[in-house]
């Protein structure tokens, strides 16, 4: 009974923040504790650093061209790119949800300015942009 409760609790939190229906049922998965395991694959939203120097304070992953970081990005990730003007021509033609933010200083800790690309082209999926000037 008080099982039932506290996923019931995680559930309804799950909703709240919006959390896909694959990962609430990561969330409220039951087991016994004994006996064979269970496997399920769930997405997960990651963040992800581009730098065109290719670093990026220490943080990982990090790309030196925003089309790599979404390659490689799973549906909901951030990729947060550092400040400047990338020769880039974005494409994003697989359904994921990314949000793209822009005008990040080289460590990461504060987003002060803008960053510049040539294009952005999505025939699939979706992209939400922060400080991201297209020219």
Partial sequence: MKMTKILMLVCAI????????????????????????VSFATSY?????????????????????????IDDANTGAVILIVQGTYDESIVLDESKALTLQGGWDSTFTTQSSYTTVNSITISNGTVVVDRLVIQ
């Fill in 14 to 37: 799950a909703l709240v923040l919006g959390i896909s229906s694959t990962t609430r049922a990561a969330l409220i998965s039951e087991g016994t504790g004994y006996g064979s395991d």
């Fill in 45 to 69: 939203a990651s963040t992800l650093y581009v730098c065109i120097s290719g670093y990026c304070a220490d943080k990982t992953p990090c790309y030196d061209s925003i089309q790599e970081a």
